[in-house]
């Protein structure tokens, strides 16, 4: 069936006579054609007209890019705010997407009276296993998907000393995945980084970290590849060349577990000319390729609707950042083609499903 899809697809494209192209299709209508997810992080505060139009038509997943953060869900010992979390999932819920929880624990957004509080070890153990089941069972059933640990690995492959880190030890990932499956069962549970996308040190350090998990029967489902890009870094030779990635996701594959390339952008220096936006849009289409053509890859995710509120601006301190698949006006960009006519080409012979 799913071949079959595909066939119909590809022949709608050849001859263009057919009354649906791959000109009209949604992303998500390709992409389930797939049967992949293509998502994109969303933010509750713009949920409406052109944002809301987009990122309901396009996109059948959505990423809480910001509500689900500790700093944000859990402000001060006692209280928990999930007015935001709510908002984005009665979004999703009305247009059929799936949800990412993004993310449990991060050393980022790490809510001061945790940061400057004195806890002991098990103090520390009890005050996590009370926020993840408060926070995961909440939205139980409804958050199918957590990065449940967000860049715990350095780049020399070591554990990074986070605040969990420094109270708890190295067995705080081992105890953060337990605690979120007792809370949700049926939820799939991730770790997430960025820089360990092809085959390098903290890629093996993600891979040993996650095969002794695996190993010890900790619930984990997944890797997220956060894929923070550089236009012009995909490519023989480049830093995301397809043999390399390609091997670290298929690596990760024979472990039992999926990979979602899970925050995918490209910047660039100050404005991008057309010759930028032609190149960004060959890169997207290569790393959709190489998602497509790797069993274990199932979900693509980028980190915006909109290049108008990309995190690229403020991040990189470039006004004029544009590393998405809208413009600023919602309008479509090359880069947006290129994922369309990916997802609307690849052949079934290339499909592992
Ligand atoms: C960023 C969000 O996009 C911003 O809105 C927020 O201010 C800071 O965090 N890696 C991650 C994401 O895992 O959580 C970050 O998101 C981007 C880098």
Redesign the pocket.
């Known amino acids: 069936m799913r071949n079959l899809l595909i066939l119909l697809v590809c022949m709608t494209v050849v001859t263009g006579t057919a009354a649906v192209s791959s000109q009209d299709q949604p992303l998500r209508e390709l992409a389930e054609a797939h049967g992949i997810y293509i998502g994109a992080?969303a933010?509750s505060d713009l949920l409406e007209g052109d944002y809301a139009g987009v990122l309901s038509r396009e996109f059948n997943l959505l990423t809480t890019?910001?509500e689900t953060?500790m700093c944000v869900t859990h402000p001060t010992p006692s209280t928990y705010d999930f007015e935001r979390t709510d908002k984005l999932l009665a979004f999703a819920d009305e247009h059929q997407m799936i949800v990412r929880g993004?993310?449990l624990l991060?050393h980022?957004?790490f809510p001061d009276w945790l940061a400057s509080g004195d806890y002991t070890r098990e103090e520390a153990i009890d005050i996590m296993r009370e926020y993840i089941h408060t926070v995961v069972e909440r939205y139980k059933g409804r958050i199918a998907i957590w990065d449940v640990v967000?860049?715990g690995i350095t780049d020399n492959g070591l554990f990074r000393s986070t605040p969990w880190y420094r109270m708890i030890g190295e067995d705080y990932i081992d105890l953060a995945f337990r605690f979120t499956h007792e809370a949700d069962p049926d939820a799939l549970l991730f770790y997430?980084d960025?820089g360990a996308e092809v085959l390098n040190r903290k890629s093996d350090a993600v891979y040993e970290l996650v095969s002794e998990l695996v190993e010890n029967d900790v619930p984990i489902h997944g890797v997220g590849l956060?894929m923070?890009l550089q236009v012009g870094d995909v490519g023989d030779g480049r830093y995301i060349n397809r043999e390399a990635v390609t091997e670290n996701i298929n690596r990760l594959g024979d472990l039992g577990l999926q990979v979602h390339l899970t925050?995918l952008d490209f910047k660039h220096p100050g404005k991008a000319d057309e010759s930028v936006f032609e190149r960004q849009a060959r890169d997207y289409r290569e790393v959709v390729e190489i998602c497509l053509a790797a069993e274990p890859c199932t979900a693509i995710i980028v980190?915006?609707v909109t290049d108008l509120y990309s995190?690229r601006k403020?991040?990189d301190n470039n006004p004029d950042a544009a590393p998405l698949l809208f413009d600023e006006n919602y309008q479509p960009k090359p880069a947006y083609t290129a994922v369309q006519q990916a997802l609307a080409e690849f052949t079934p012979e290339d499909d592992p499903a």
């Open positions: 992080a933010q890019e910001w953060k993004h993310t991060w980022e957004c967000n860049e997430n960025y956060q923070h925050e980190w915006g995190w403020s991040f």
